[in-house]
C-alpha cells in the first residue's frame, strides 16, 4: 500500500487512467486507501481469475486494457501483482516482462509491477530482479540485464536438442504443409497427448511451419519426440533468421495482423526460438497429461 497507492494518486493528479491487477484481498485494500478518487479513471482486475488461461492470454488482456486507456489519454499507469503458482508459469512470466521494456515505452504507460516474497520463490524473484530496470521509487537495479540478453540466455539454458531417435519430417510448400501437420498430430496422439492438446499442438505447428516453408528458406525440417514427461515439436529452416529479440511477444492489435508467433506462444506450454545466420529453430512443448 505504501507503495502502490501514492503511484495511483500521482498518476490520478497527473490525468493518467490507470489499470490495477492484485489479488482480491489487495484490490480491496487499494480501493479503501483511494477511496473515490479513482472510480472513474482506474480499473480494477483480480489476478487469479482475469485473463484466466496461460501468460500470453493474461498478457493479452493487460495489453488490450491499456490501449483502450491510452485512446483517452496520453498517458496511463499499470500495476501488475503475479499471483500465480507454478514453475513453469513463472519462467514464462518473466519472458514477457523482459519484453515488456522493449514493448511498453515509458513515455506512454508507466509500470510498476509487485510480487510477494513471502509466497514466491527465490529463483522467481531473481528473475524478476533481471527484467527490471528500476526498483521503486527511483533507484537503479544494479540486477537488471537487457532484454534480448535475457531472452537469449533464458532459451539457451533450457534447450533440449532433438534426440537422434526424433522422428523427422519435411515441407517445402503448403501442400506438404498439411501432411507433414497430420504426421505431427499422429506423434502426439502416440505420445499420450490429450485431444484438447493436440488441437492447439496442430494450430500452433502450422503457424511455425508455414512461416518457416514461407519465409524461412527453401525447407522447413520438423521433428517430434517425448523426453520426460513433455512431448517436443521442433521446427528448423535455413532462412535469414530472426533479428527481433521480441519475436512472439508482441501481442496482436485488436484489429489482427501478423502473429503467427504469438498465437504458438498461446497455444504451446512452451516457445524457445533459437536464430543465427545459419536459421532459425521454434521448439514447442507440452506437457504430458
Known sequence: MAGVT????????????????????NLAAVRQMLGSDGDDQLHFADSDTWGSGNVPSRVLAIDWTIRKLLA????????????????????????????????????????????????????????????????????????FIEPWIYLAQLNGNSYHPAPLHAVTSTAVDDQDLSAV?????AAAQAAGLTEHQMQRLALAATEIIANAVHHGGTVATVKTWTAGARFFCEVSDNGAGID????????PAPGGGKCGLW???????????????????VQLSFTLP
Open 6 to 25: 501514492p503511484f495511483l494518486f500521482d498518476g490520478l493528479k497527473a490525468g493518467e487512467p490507470g489499470l490495477v491487477v492484485a489479488s482480491a484481498r
Open 263 to 281: 498465437l504458438a506462444r498461446t497455444f504451446s506450454d512452451e516457445l524457445r526460438i533459437y536464430s543465427s545466420d545459419a536459421g532459425t529453430t
Open 181 to 185: 501437420r497430420q504426421r505431427v498430430r
Open 72 to 143: 483517452t489519454a496520453s498517458r496511463c499507469r499499470y500495476v501488475g501483482e503475479f499471483t500465480w503458482l507454478g514453475a513453469a508459469r513463472r519462467k514464462e512470466w518473466c519472458r514477457h516482462e523482459a519484453a515488456a521494456n522493449l514493448l511498453r515505452p515509458s513515455s506512454l504507460v508507466s509500470m510498476l509491477c509487485t510480487a510477494d516474497t513471502r509466497v514466491n520463490s527465490a529463483a522467481f524473484l531473481e528473475d524478476l530482479r533481471r527484467t527490471h530496470p528500476i526498483i521503486a521509487p527511483d533507484r537503479a537495479n544494479p540486477d
Open 244 to 251: 527481433d529479440p521480441i519475436a512472439g511477444y508482441r501481442p
